[in-house]
């Protein structure tokens, strides 16, 4: 499975912002897609996922009313939506694929990862 994730860009506080990431490969032994990030001298953290089948979602809370994810089946493209970014949503966006039937906030149940997009907000 190859994840490409990309849409990173630098912005403006304030502004939206979306990434896109495209699955290819073995795409049917993925369940769920996700999205991590890492901030300069952070650990990296969740944002948020949605399983393939159902469109079943799950957020960090901070993402939760101010980002959105959704998928595209037929393209194997799964989206995340960021508005009213601010410099602290300032890292490198990781999508990332899980092959478990439930969606899982630790990065350890995701085995497949992407290169990672750069999004840099600027207050």
């Known amino acids: 499975v190859q994840l490409q994730a990309s849409g990173g860009g630098p912005v403006q506080a304030g502004a939206s912002l979306r990434l896109s990431c495209a699955a290819s490969g073995s795409v049917g032994l993925t369940n769920i897609i996700g999205w991590f990030r890492q901030a300069p001298g952070k650990e990296r953290e969740f944002v948020a996922a949605i399983r393939w089948s159902d469109a079943d979602t799950l957020y960090k809370d901070w993402a939760q009313g101010r980002f959105i994810i959704s998928r595209d089946n037929a393209k194997n493209i799964v989206d995340l939506e960021m508005h009213s970014l601010n410099p602290e949503d300032t890292a490198v966006y990781y999508c990332?694929?899980?092959?478990?039937?439930?969606?899982?906030?630790?990065?350890?149940?995701?085995?497949?990862w992407g290169q990672g997009t750069l999004v840099t907000v600027s207050s």
């Open positions: 990332t694929a899980s092959q478990l039937a439930h969606i899982a906030r630790n990065g350890a149940y995701y085995r497949y």
